[in-house]
Structures are given as C-alpha cells and as structure tokens.
Nanobody, 126 residues
Framework: QVQLVESGGGLVQGGGSLRLSCASS????????MGWFRQAPGKERVFVGG????????YYTDSVKGRFTISRDNAKNAVYLQMNSLKPEDTAVYYC???????????????????WGQGTKVTVSS
C-alpha cells in the first residue's frame, strides 16, 4: 500500500516560491510514476506535472513551464514540486499521486493514478 502525504503548502505573496513535498509512509515510490495535480475552489482537479519513476523524464502543463520543477529522491522516498514566480492563479489545493510505471496513457488523467495524498493548500496573494 502506498500512503502519500503532501507538505509545504501555505500563504505566499505573488512572485514568491514554495516547495511542496510528497512522501510515502508505505511502499517505496521508486517503481511509480508520480504526478502533481491541483484543484482550485469550484474547479476540477487538473494536471500540473509529472515525473517518471526513474526521474529521467518530466512533464508540465503549459501554464507552469519555466516556473515549476518536479524532482524526486527515491532514496528518501519523496517527490518534490518547486514552485517559483507564483501567481494568484496558482492558488489551489495541490495533490501528489502515484501510478504504476507500466501503466500507459496520458499523464494528465486523474483516473489513471492509483494512490493520492490528502492535498496541501497553496494560497498566493496579489
């Protein structure tokens, strides 16, 4: 069983930075592709970015390219989302999710992920 816990959210001024962490207290994450999603109030959960199980490939939605960076440390069983140049429209609850590395399909589809964290709230003030 994979149990994911996000941390690092909070209130930040526009232009600032935050680093979110996602850790597993259960099975190792090293065999899972990992995704980050976010959900703003009243909106659907959307894909932010993802990282392959090896860490060799990363993917980002266009709105965060050049500002957000996903990394992982399989030795620490953790995945990170570094968010720079934050904007008020980045305000959302951020979730990490894990999916089997052998599962094909679009990274941005939530139903293709097997495990989810509870989310961490990020608020960016203008």
């Amino acid at each position: 069983q994979v149990q994911l816990v996000e941390s690092g959210g909070g209130l930040v001024q526009g232009g600032g930075s935050l680093r979110l962490s996602c850790a597993s207290s259960g099975r190792t994450l090293s065999t899972y592709d990992m995704g980050w999603f976010r959900q703003a109030p009243g909106k659907e959960r959307v894909f932010v970015g993802g990282i392959s199980w090896s860490g060799l490939s990363t993917y980002y939605t266009d709105s965060v390219k050049g500002r957000f960076t996903i990394s992982r440390d399989n030795a620490k069983n953790a995945v990170y989302l570094q968010m720079n140049s934050l904007k008020p429209e980045d305000t959302a609850v951020y979730y990490c999710a894990a999916r089997d590395r052998q599962r094909p399909g679009n990274w941005g589809i939530p139903r293709l992920y097997d495990y989810w964290g509870q989310g961490t709230k990020v608020t960016v003030s203008s």
